[in-house]
């Protein structure tokens, strides 16, 4: 019983919790236009001295971590929510089934710049919600096809380039349909990716438009703690693309996890009811992060026998990684 009141805190904390970085989706929040930054000014001498320092911070990371998960403290936190691995699932079925209901409520699906206008998608959605709700993984699986099934009329109109920010939902659509199948252990690795990936596309739109994230600060007043406020978009955009690049290679264990989501504390406050319907899914996913570790997931790193091959894979994968996003979402946006 003791065990689950502190389970139950926990959740209860993260889910009020919020990004600090809190133009996750800086189109939520501005009406400024979009105006891309020239790619120059982009990659200036702070982009790349930061990007070689995150580089050399991820590449040490991965041989720190296991030292403090031998931590008294780290170890016992880990036993107790080893206990909560079975309730993880039905986190996501029911997380995905109350985020649907405040989106239909709010008259969006999705994400709040997506307004539902026609009755069959509403109609659609509500049905979505009460399968997800039966205790049933047929009735699961038969939600999850309707979710399909929305997000890509959603796609139909509203195109590949703008999805691609949501594209977790593909990956927690792939996680209810290949529960209780011979697939059920992949289900949770591809939302690793699938999370990771959207995570990264987004935090890219800082870099590639950042007046719009510059607006958010001067209207809303948000704090950037003493940096200017060119620089600390900057900043924010490397964190929101790390934690991205960590749920990727599997280096995100339990411990940096919750500290990463503690991070996330400030935009419920600064923009109340759009960021909850916006982000409550993450903070879902954040919370089913925190309780299964990485105990399921394979890191790609691990293919790497010795700890200086490992931390040259992980220093030039995340370089290559950024090198590829920023180009792919500059090319096309």
């Given amino acids: 019983m003791k065990n689950k009141g502190i389970v139950f805190i926990l959740l209860v904390v993260v889910m009020i919790c ?32 930061l990007s070689l320092l995150v580089a050399a911070l991820l590449a040490v990371l991965p041989q720190v ?29 029911y997380g995905t089934a109350l985020a649907l209901i405040i989106q239909i409520l709010a008259g969006t699906i999705f994400a709040p710049e997506f307004a539902v206008t026609n009755q069959i998608v509403r109609i659609l959605m509500w049905i979505t919600i009460i399968l997800l709700l039966v205790p049933n993984h047929f009735a699961t699986k038969a ?36 529960g209780k199948t011979k697939l059920a252990d992949w289900g949770f690795p591809f939302l690793y ?7 990264c596309w987004v935090a890219v739109e800082k870099w590639v438009y950042p007046a719009m994230s510059m ?16 620089t600390f978009v900057i900043l924010a955009a490397f964190i929101e693309f790390v934690v991205g690049y960590l749920l990727i290679v599997g280096i995100l264990n339990r411990l940096l996890a919750f500290v990463l ?3 996330f504390i400030s935009t419920t406050m600064l ?11 993450i903070h879902i996913v954040l919370i089913i992060f925190i309780i299964e570790g990485v105990s399921f997931y394979d890191p790609p790193i691990k293919i790497h026998a010795t700890k200086i091959s490992q931390m040259v894979f992980v220093f030039l994968n995340f370089v ?7 180009l792919i979402y500059y090319r096309f946006a």
């Fill in 65 to 93: 971590l296991p030292i403090l998960d031998k931590i008294a403290i780290t170890k016992r936190i880990d036993t107790i929510l080893d206990r909560q691995r079975k309730s993880s699932r039905y986190i996501l079925k």
């Fill in 215 to 230: 607006d958010i600060i001067h209207q809303h007043a948000v704090p950037t703690f003493g940096f200017p406020p060119e």
């Fill in 18 to 49: 919020s990004p600090l970085f809190a133009d996750a989706h800086v189109k939520w929040f501005t009406e400024v236009t979009p105006e891309k930054e020239k790619i120059e000014h982009i990659l200036s001498p702070l982009f790349m001295i």
């Fill in 143 to 178: 939600g999850a096809l309707i979710l399909l099934g929305l997000f890509m009329y959603q796609l139909a109109h509203s195109g590949l380039f703008h999805m691609l920010d949501y594209g977790f939902y593909l990956a927690i659509i792939g996680v209810l349909l290949v």
């Fill in 261 to 263: 989501t503690l991070i």
């Fill in 320 to 326: 290559f990684t950024l090198a590829t996003f920023l």
């Fill in 271 to 281: 923009f109340g009811v759009t960021e909850i319907i916006g982000h409550l899914m």
């Fill in 193 to 199: 990716l699938g999370t990771g990936l959207s995570l």
